[in-house]
């Protein structure tokens, strides 16, 4: 009887963010593929659309105009997913049926005042901006009493749900932290508890020594395949130092994150040739008061 090889064998891999199972089966990478093959873009976009709600002075669905902005843009979202002024409430049909309300805050952060560019064509100086902006939204929102989690992402691409090829990303602020990043942060608490370290600081530590899914990183991040990745593709950034949020970081640091958030477009892009779609969100510590210790900030 052969030995277990997980080169080679089905398996289950822990996720010990979520404690979720992920099922591999490594021998199916060997089949044919004859599926949709992606062409690479006919002609450049245009840098200005008249008819595209997000570029500078265009008039948005609600009326509102565009200033004529010639670096980030942020607004609150004309379609919110959640509202401020939700009144609390609670519904439960014999535990079959159950609901609470929820209060938030949705905006838009325009990356750029070109329609044409994306995070990989941007130059590093204009991804920074974009990581100020972050950090800045990520502090102001947190602020606000009813914000307990501050979710900041984008989905890049038709596929995956953008209704605009605008660079722009989302924050979404909720009441109560979302599912995922609760079950992540219950796992990091365990850890820290059992351990007496932090979960992903212990990760990435291990990731850099083995080297064989780091996609490509700097003195400060790393980018990697992580170990139970669900989706082709899949990635995680993680700061090398524990940093629970954003607003941890230095200011080489935030240098080093834009220029990791580059590096891994730019190699999707390339691997492609086409403006890859994908959809990433910032995991990092809620706001909600509590100083959070065991959480480490993620992409």
């Given at each position: 009887m052969?030995?277990?090889?997980?080169?080679?064998?089905?398996?289950?891999?822990?996720?010990?963010?979520t404690?979720?199972?992920i099922?591999?089966?490594?021998?199916?990478?060997?089949?044919?593929?004859q599926?949709?093959?992606?062409?690479?873009?006919?002609?450049?976009?245009?840098?200005?659309?008249?008819s595209c709600?997000l570029?500078?002075?265009?008039?948005?669905?609600?009326?509102?105009?565009?200033?004529?902005?010639?670096?980030?843009f942020?607004?609150?979202?004309?379609?919110?997913?959640?509202?401020?002024?939700?009144?609390?409430?609670?519904?439960?049909?014999?535990?079959l049926?159950?609901?609470?309300?929820?209060?938030?805050l949705?905006?838009?952060?325009?990356?750029?005042?070109?329609h044409s560019?994306?995070?990989?064509?941007?130059?590093?100086?204009?991804?920074?901006?974009?990581v100020?902006?972050?950090?800045?939204?990520?502090?102001?929102l947190?602020?606000?009493?009813?914000?307990?989690?501050?979710?900041?992402?984008?989905?890049?691409?038709?596929?995956?749900?953008?209704s605009n090829?605008?660079?722009h990303?989302?924050?979404?602020c909720?009441?109560t932290?979302?599912?995922?990043?609760?079950?992540e942060g219950?796992?990091?608490?365990?850890?820290?508890?059992?351990?007496?370290s932090?979960?992903?600081?212990?990760?990435?530590?291990?990731?850099?020594r083995?080297?064989?899914?780091?996609?490509?990183?700097n003195?400060?991040f790393?980018?990697?395949?992580?170990?139970w990745?669900?989706?082709?593709?899949?990635?995680?950034?993680?700061?090398?130092?524990?940093?629970?949020?954003?607003?941890?970081?230095?200011?080489?640091?935030?240098?080093?994150?834009?220029d990791?958030?580059?590096q891994?477009?730019?190699?999707?892009?390339?691997?492609f040739?086409?403006?890859?779609p994908?959809?990433?969100?910032?995991?990092q510590?809620?706001?909600d008061g509590?100083?959070?210790?065991e959480?480490?900030?993620?992409?």
């Open positions: 052969s030995l277990f090889n997980p080169e080679d064998h089905p398996h289950r891999r822990l996720n010990p963010l404690g979720a199972w099922l591999v089966s490594p021998h199916r990478t060997r089949r044919p593929w599926g949709q093959v992606e062409r690479p873009l006919a002609e450049r976009r245009v840098s200005y659309d008249p709600y570029c500078p002075g265009n008039e948005r669905s609600n009326g509102a105009r565009n200033p004529d902005y010639r670096s980030v942020v607004f609150d979202n004309d379609f919110m997913a959640l509202l401020p002024d939700t009144p609390p409430g609670r519904m439960d049909q014999g535990g049926l159950v609901a609470e309300s929820e209060r938030g949705c905006r838009v952060i325009c990356y750029s005042p070109d560019l994306t995070l990989a064509q941007m130059d590093h100086a204009e991804v920074r901006t974009v100020d902006l972050w950090t800045s939204q990520y502090r102001e947190g602020a606000l009493p009813f914000v307990n989690y501050v979710q900041i992402f984008e989905n890049r691409g038709a596929i995956m749900g953008a090829p605008h660079p990303g989302q924050v979404w909720n009441e932290v979302p599912q995922e990043p609760h079950v219950e796992h990091q608490v365990v850890w820290l508890a059992d351990h007496g932090c979960l992903l600081c212990d990760y990435v530590a291990l990731e850099d083995l080297g064989d899914r780091v996609v490509c990183g003195a400060h790393t980018a990697l395949v992580p170990y990745a669900t989706w082709p593709f899949e990635t995680m950034i993680l700061p090398r130092r524990h940093a629970g949020s954003l607003l941890d970081l230095t200011d080489e640091e935030r240098d080093a994150l834009a990791v958030v580059q891994l477009t730019v190699r999707y892009d390339n691997l040739q086409v403006s890859f994908y959809t990433m969100g910032i995991h510590r809620p706001t509590a100083e959070h210790p959480w480490h900030l993620h992409l």
